[in-house]
């Protein structure tokens, strides 16, 4: 069974369009993230959302937005994709981020194309 | 901010042999977490190892080990006997307790092993 999972593995897209990646997990956690990955392999942390409340929320554009139904989902809508978006993007859940720390089990990826 | 450094943006090893991996961070925290991640070509994010900072035993997992020095803030990555299965680009990212699971990471070391 997939613990985390993301749809789709892979998007391509022209600029200016708006997409949706979607990510459920099915461990039951609390906290989910996602994290962009660019073309030099760095990866750093985007969102982080507990209980369908946003509680870590890095520098990135606005035209990014975490939408979470519910806690099981949470997926991440961009508008008027750039081709700087591209990126592999990847979502993480975890127990509820309780002290001191909880391990994020990651999903696959989605690698995001824009032309 | 913390910060992490991995020095090293590639390097490879003989199957077999051992190879150590770099990781230098810089904090002015006492206690907190580290860990190293692999990610294969297959993109999927799999923890390898991690390290309490009050901890002074070197943390183990099978042929994974780690050289943890505090005063210097290195906590660097052995591995012994390396297989072709240990090919990938390794993270080592550092996090706070009681930040909300707040995860950074370096910008990663591609490790080849060579038959």
């Known amino acids: 069974d997939t613990a985390v999972s993301q749809t789709p593995k892979y998007l391509v897209t022209q600029m200016g369009n708006d997409k949706s990646i979607k990510c459920e997990q099915n461990l039951g956690h609390d906290t989910m993230y996602w994290y962009k990955q660019d073309s030099k392999k760095f990866l750093k942390i985007m969102f982080s959302?507990?209980?369908?409340?946003?509680?870590i929320n890095e520098t990135v554009p606005n035209r990014f937005s975490p939408k979470s139904p519910d806690k099981a989902h949470l997926n991440l809508h961009i508008n008027s994709l750039e081709l700087g978006d591209s990126a592999v993007y990847f979502c993480?859940?975890?127990?509820?981020?309780?002290?001191?720390?909880?391990?994020?089990?990651f999903g696959p990826g989605t690698r995001l194309t824009v032309l | 901010a913390q910060t992490v450094t991995q020095s090293q943006p590639e390097m490879s090893v003989q199957e077999a042999e051992t190879v150590t991996l770099s990781c230098t961070y810089d904090?002015?925290?006492?206690?907190?977490?580290l860990f190293w991640y692999k990610q294969p070509p297959s993109r999927q994010m799999i923890l390898v190892i991690r390290?309490?900072?009050?901890?002074?035993q070197n943390a183990t997992e099978n042929r994974f080990s780690v050289n943890f020095q505090k005063a210097a803030k290195s906590f660097s990555l052995k591995i012994s006997d390396s297989q072709l299965g240990d090919t990938a680009m390794y993270f080592c990212a550092f996090m706070k307790p009681y930040n909300n699971n707040d995860m950074r990471f370096g910008a990663g070391t591609r490790l080849t092993v060579k038959p």
């Open positions: 959302y507990n209980n369908k409340e946003l509680i």
């Open positions: 904090t002015s925290e006492s206690n907190y977490y």
């Open positions: 390290q309490e900072a009050y901890k002074q």
């Open positions: 993480a859940s975890s127990q509820e981020a309780a002290p001191p720390y909880n391990e994020q089990f």
